[in-house]
C-alpha cells in the first residue's frame, strides 16, 4: 500500500547540505528509543539482524550439505510432526525442520527485502532525480511509464512476471523490482521539484556548479529522507508480498527457507484432522509468527524514522 | 480545472494501451510452444503441439499479435479466456460485479471504523484507547492476509459452521440462476432486495462476512494511522486552539471543525483505495473461492491464459486511471491551495 | 472512559462464550435429499464428446450422454448393452468371422432430452462427427485407427486425407443396424466403443450451428476451435441426467435428471458439480454435509478419516502408471537442464543416458519402497514394468530395480568408460509444479545420488504445467516425471505409448528400438490370450533389460463419500462418478 500512503500530501523535509555531526548521530539514536514503539521496532529488527548473522551458529546445516538455503529433512515422511528435543519448532510434511527454516528464512527475508528495495530505490532515484530535474519531455515520458505501471494491480504485476519467468527467488525478486521503482520515482521526482527552486540551489547554480554536482550534493541530501522512509516501511512490505507469491504456488521452491514457502505448507493444515482442528497449528504459527514480526519491526522502524525526520511531524505521533 | 481533466482523459487511452504493450512484450519471453501448451492437457497431445501453434497463429511475429489483438479488442471481440472457459469480455462481466460488491461492502466499514478509531485515537492522545487502536492498527498492517484469511476460514466456518465459503449457498445459489430471478445491477445484495427476496440478502451477506474481515483489516489499519495524524494536525493548528479558548464544547471543536480538515487526505485517499481493494482481491478472493475478478486474474496468470491476461490489463488499467483521475479531481476541489495548479 | 472499558469487557465476556460453546457436531440429518453435489478440482474443458479428452469434461459427458455398450458394472472385460440392444460377439454373429465388422443393432423408443426419437442415422452421424472431427490433440485417433487405419485425417502438410467416402463406408447405416468395419481385427475394439462411442442428434447439431452430417459441409468442421462447437457448453444426449447449465462463472454444473430416460430414471433430481480449488474448503464441506462426495489427494486424506458422517473408500484399482522416470536419449543441446553440456563434472553431454550403465545407475539409487511408503502412503504397487496391475500381460513375478547402492556405484563406474565416476556431473531433474510426489520423488533422486559421489551434482526444479509440456517436446528434459492413464482396458494402450517408437513418450525421450516397435506390433494383433501375454511378459522384460525408463507407482485411489450414498460403484475406467446409480439417505 506504498502507493496509496504516498498520495498523502507532505510538506519537504528541510535539512541543510551539511554532513551530520557525531552529535547528530547521538540525537537519531536518542529519538529512536526515546518512544516506547520506535524503540519496540529497533529492538526487533535488531534481534532479526543478529539471528541471520549467527544462522550457520544458531542452525548449522548438516555436514556436506551443498545449499545451506536448502532446509534439512530426516526421510520424506508426508504427515508434519509436533515440536520435540530435535525439532524445536516442529517439522512439515516431508519433515522439513520448520526451525532451521525459520533461522535461515530470516536471511532469506532480509536478501529479498533489500535487494527488492534497494535495487527499486536505486532505478527510482535515478530516474526520479532526472525527471524531477530536468523536467520537459523527460519528466513526461517517465510520469507516462511510471503510470502504466500503476495501472496495474501489484500483485497480478508479479504473478504475471513470475508465471512468465518461472519460479524461483530470484524471479520473484526481479517481479517485486518491477512493482515496486515507480513508488520510488515518482517520490523522489516530487521531493526534487519542490527542492530545485529553493535558495541553495540557486545559489549553487550562479556558482557555476555542474548540474550533476547540484543534484548529488544538494538536491539529493535533501530529498533523500520521506524516500528512507518508505523505504523501511517497503522492506516489511515486500516479504509479505513474496510470501503472497509463495501462498499461490510462485515463489521460493520447496524445501527452500522462507518463511513464505514455509507458511504455505500449512495451507492444507488448516483444517487439521478430524477432531482436532489445531493439530498441526505450528506449521503455520511459527512462520506466520517469524512474518508478522519481521514486517511489524519494519513498520514501528519506519514509522520512527517519519517522527524524527519530518519535524511538522515531530510530537504528533 | 476542465482543461486538466480533459488532459487526463486524452491520456487514459495511452496509459491503458501502454500496459497492454507491457504486458504482451513480457508475454514474448515465452515460447509459442509454451503458449501453445496453454490448449494442451496431457502428454499424449503432444506431437499435436505444432498444429495448436498453427491453428492459433502462435509464432507469428510478435507486432502481428499485437496488432490482431488491438483490432479486435477496438471492435469490441477481447478474445477467449482459457481459464474462465468463456469470452474474455464475458468473463469481465461476470466476474466484476462480484469484485465491486466484496470492494463496496469493504470500503464503508473501512472508512467509517478507520475514521472513527483515528479520530478517537487523536482525540484521546496516549491514552488506552489510542495505544490499543495503534496497536491493532500496525498489527492490522503487518499481518499477511492469507494467513488471517485462512485462519478467519478455519474458526468461523471450520469449527462454527457460521460462515461459508463462496459466494452464495446452494439453494440460493439455483434460485439466482432460475429465470425468477431478475438482475438490475450485478450486486447479488441489491439484486436481491429489488426482487423481493429478503432470505438471498442475508445469504449474499453471510457469504462476504469473512472476505470483507479479511480484505479489510489491512486498509482499516492504514485508515487509522492517517486519520489520526492527520487530526493530531489539524488539532495544533491555531484555529482550533481558537475555537476551544473561545469556549465552544469539545465535540462541537471536533466535529465541526477540525475533522472537516483532518480529512482532507483521507478523502483524496479513498478513490485510490477503492481501486486497490478492487486490486487487492486477490488472494482474499482465493482463499475464499469468491468467484471474483482477482481470483480469475490470478489463475489466468498462473495458467498464461494470454487473452485473460492482456484483457484485465486493460480493463484495469483504464479503471486505475479513471481512480486517479478522480482522486486528482477530489483533492483539487477539497484543497483549494491546489487548484490552481 | 468507563463506557469504553465496559464495552470491552462485554465483548469478552460474549467472545468467550461463543468461544467455549461452538457448534457441537452430531450426527446430521441428510442435506439436500435429493440433490448430489461434487466439489471436484478442475473444470470441464467442454462438453463435446468429441473434443473434450480430459477426466473433469468426460465427468459430465458420460453422464449425459450414453455409449452403445457399458461396462458391467465394476468389471472392465466384460460388456452389457446400451444403446445398441445386444453387445457383438463372434457367438452372436455381431462380429464377422474375419474380426473386421461389427454390427451394432440399435434400441427402438429411446428419446433424445429434447424429445426426439432416438435412430440408428444418429448413432452413424455422432461416430462419423467423432472421425471427422480430428482436434489437435483430441482423441478421435482412438477410433480412427482401428477404423480407417490412419492416426489423423490430415497429412504433415495439414491436407485433408480421408474422404468423406471413407467415412460413410466404415459406418453405414443397415436397416436397425450400424456397421462398422475396421481396416484390420483390432481385439480392444469394443473396449474403445464403450468408452467412447457417446451418441448426440444430429438433427440437433445442424440445429444448433455443428455439421449436419453432409459432404458438402463437412470441411469447416475439421479440427475447429474448441469454444466453435454447438456441444461445447450445450447438451442434448439420451443419458439418464439432462444438462440443466454450465456456469464457468460460479464454476460449477449443474445436471438435473431425465424422466424419460430409456431405463428407470435415476433417484436423484439433481447433480451439482462445483469446482473447489482449496483442499481445505472441500474437506470443510464434506465435514459440514455440504458436499457429498469431494475429490482429495493421498496427502490430504488423513484429514477426513474418522470423521463423523464421512465414508472412505480406498484400494480403488486404476489403470495407472504415475509417475514412471523417462531419460531422453538426445537431449536438445541448448538445453538449460545439462550444464555445460560436456561431460566434464558441470554437465553432461546431450547423449548422456544412450548408456545403458547410466540408466541402470539411476535405476538403482531409486528408493521404491520408500518411495511408495512416503509419497503414497504405501497406497500402490511399484508396477515393474509399463503396463498396470490388473492389466493382461502384468507379470507380478518380473525381476525389477531396488535401491542397492553398491550397484548403482558399479554401474557409474563402468559408465562412459569410467568417465563418469571420475569426472562426475550436473544436471537438472525436472517435474511439474504441484505435483507433491514427483517432486519427492525428484528429491530421492536427487539426494542418493548425490550421496554415492560428491562429485555428483544434481538439481531439481519444478516446472509449470506448459513450460513442462513445452520442455519436452522440445527434447529438453534430460530427466522428467509423468504419467499415463489407460485411454482403454487393453495393455496395447500402454505398450505402445511407453515403448513403441512412434508412440507418446518415446517420441519425446528419441527413443527408438525396433525390436520392441516389432514386438508391440506382434502382440497386438495376437488373438490368443495366452500367447498375447507372453508376448507381453517379454516386452516387459526387454523393458527392465534395457531400462528406458523407470516405472515407480502404480496407485490405487479412493473416493471420498458422505456416508449418506448409496448405490456409489466404481469402474476403474470410468471417468468420473457415474450418478445414475446413487440416491441419498
Known sequence: MAKVAEKVPKKAVVVEPERVPISGVVWFVRRLTRNRLSLAGTVIILLFILVAILAPVLAPPPEGWRDPYMIPHEGYAPDPLPPSQAHPFGTTEQQFDIYYGVIWGTRTAFKVGIVVVGVSLLIGIVLGALAGYYGGRLDEALMRLVDIFYAFPSLVLAVVVVAILGQGLEKVMIALILVWWPTYSRLLRGEVLSVKERDFVEAARALGESDWRIILRHILPNTIYPVLVVASLDMGAVVLVAAALSFLGLGAPTGYADWGQLASFSRQYIIGVAGDPFQYWYTLFFPGLAIFLFVLGWNLLGDAFRDILDPRLRGTM | MTAYIARRLVLLPIVAFGVTLLIFILLQLLSPAMRAALFVTDPRQLQALHEIIKTYQLDAPFHIQYWNWMKAVLTGNWGWSETARMPVLQAIKAFFPNTFELALFSFIPILLVGIWLGTLSAVHRDRIIDHVSRFFGISGYSLPTFIWGLFLLMLFYGHFRWFPPGRLSLEASLYVNSPEFRRFTGLLTVDALLNGQFWIFVDALRHLVLPVLTLTVHDTALLVRITRSSMLEVLRQDYVRTARSKGLAEPVVINKHARKNALIPVITLSSLLFVGLLGGVVITETVFEYPGIGRWGAAAALHLDIPAVAGFALFFATLTVLGNLVADILYAYVDPRIRLR | ?585
Open chain 3, 1 to 585: 472512559m468507563r463506557r469504553i472499558i465496559g464495552g470491552m469487557v462485554t465483548l469478552t465476556l460474549i467472545l468467550s462464550l461463543v468461544f467455549l460453546t461452538g457448534v457441537p457436531s452430531s450426527a446430521q440429518a441428510v442435506k439436500n435429499p435429493d440433490t448430489f453435489v461434487l466439489a471436484t478440482i478442475g473444470d470441464p474443458e467442454t462438453l463435446d464428446y468429441a473434443w473434450a479428452y480430459d477426466t473433469a469434461s468426460f465427468e459430465v459427458i458420460f453422464n449425459v450422454y450414453d455409449t452403445l455398450i457399458f461396462y458391467d458394472g465394476s468389471r472392465t472385460d466384460r460388456f452389457v448393452p446400451g444403446l445398441a440392444t445386444q453387445v457383438p460377439s463372434v457367438a452372436n454373429g455381431l462380429i464377422s468371422k474375419d474380426g473386421r465388422t461389427y454390427t451394432f443393432p440399435i434400441r427402438q423408443g429411446v428419446k433424445f432430452h429434447d424429445g426426439t426419437p432416438l435412430t440408428p442415422d444418429d448413432v452413424a452421424y455422432s461416430i462419423r462427427r467423432f472421425l471427422w472431427i480430428d482436434r489437435a490433440g483430441g482423441p478421435s485417433s482412438l477410433l480412427l485407427e482401428p477404423i480407417l487405419g490412419v492416426t489423423g485425417t490430415r497429412d504433415e502438410k495439414g491436407n485433408i486425407k480421408v474422404t468423406y467416402s471413407d467415412l460413410t463406408r466404415a459406418v453405414r447405416v443397415q436397416g436397425n443396424n450400424v456397421v462398422i468395419t475396421l481396416k484390420e481385427p483390432f481385439g480392444p475394439f469394443l473396449s474403445i466403443m464403450a468408452q467412447w462411442s457417446y451418441v448426440v442428434s444430429r438433427k440437433w447439431a445442424a440445429a444448433n450451428g455443428d455439421w449436419d452430417g453432409t459432404r458438402e459441409t463437412m470441411r469447416k468442421f475439421n479440427n475447429p476451435k474448441k469454444e466453435d462447437t454447438a456441444f461445447f457448453a450445450k447438451a442434448n444426449g439420451t443419458g439418464p441426467f439432462k444438462l440443466v447449465r454450465w456456469d464457468r462463472a460460479a464454476r460449477e454444473v449443474v445436471l438435473e435428471r431425465n424422466d424419460n430416460y430409456w431405463r428407470t430414471p435415476p433417484k436423484l433430481k439433481r447433480v451439482i458439480i462445483r469446482t473447489v480449488e482449496e483442499a481445505a474448503t472441500r474437506i470443510l464441506m464434506i465435514k459440514a454435509g455440504d458436499a457429498d462426495q469431494i475429490a482429495l489427494s493421498r496427502r490430504e486424506l488423513p484429514q477426513v478419516q474418522g470423521v463423523e458422517g464421512v465414508r472412505i473408500i480406498d484400494d480403488l484399482p486404476q489403470y495407472l502408471i504415475s509417475p514412471a522416470l523417462f531419460f531422453t536419449f538426445e537431449i536438445d543441446p541448448t538445453s538449460p537442464h545439462i550444464g555445460s553440456g560436456k561431460l566434464d563434472g558441470n554437465g553432461i553431454p546431450p547423449d548422456f543416458f544412450k548408456d545403458v550403465h547410466v540408466r541402470r545407475a539411476f535405476a538403482y539409487s531409486f528408493d521404491y519402497g520408500a518411495y511408495l511408503r512416503d509419497a503414497y502412503r504405501g497406497k500402490g504397487v511399484v508396477p515393474k514394468g509399463p503396463i498396470p496391475p490388473g492389466m493382461l500381460g502384468y507379470n507380478p513375478k518380473q525381476e525389477y530395480y531396488t535401491y542397492n547402492k553398491e550397484k548403482a556405484i558399479a554401474e557409474f563406474r563402468e559408465a562412459w568408460g569410467g568417465r563418469v565416476w571420475t569426472t562426475g556431473f550436473k544436471l537438472t531433474v525436472l517435474y511439474n509444479a504441484g505435483n507433491v510426489p514427483r517432486e519427492i520423488g525428484a528429491r530421492m533422486l536427487k539426494e542418493n545420488i548425490e550421496a554415492l559421489n560428491p562429485k555428483f551434482k544434481v538439481d531439481i526444479r519444478a516446472l509449470p504445467w506448459p513450460t513442462y509440456l513445452a520442455e519436452m517436446d522440445a527434447h529438453k528434459l534430460p530427466v522428467f516425471f509423468i504419467g499415463w492413464l489407460a485411454d482403454y482396458p487393453d495393455p496395447h494402450n500402454f505398450a505402445f505409448h511407453f515403448l513403441h517408437s512412434k508412440g507418446t513418450f518415446p517420441f519425446v525421450q528419441k527413443y527408438a528400438n525396433p525390436e520392441m516397435d516389432k514386438l508391440v506390433e506382434q502382440a497386438k494383433s495376437e488373438p490368443d490370450p495366452k500367447k498375447r501375454e507372453a508376448l507381453y511378459f517379454k516386452l516387459v522384460d526387454m523393458a527392465y533389460k534395457e531400462v528406458p525408463q523407470l516405472y515407480l507407482v502404480s496407485p490405487v485411489v479412493f473416493t471420498v463419500l458422505r456416508s449418506w450414498v448409496k448405490g456409489y460403484y466404481y469402474n476403474p475406467v470410468h471417468p468420473g462418478t457415474y450418478f445414475y446409480p446413487i440416491s441419498k439417505g
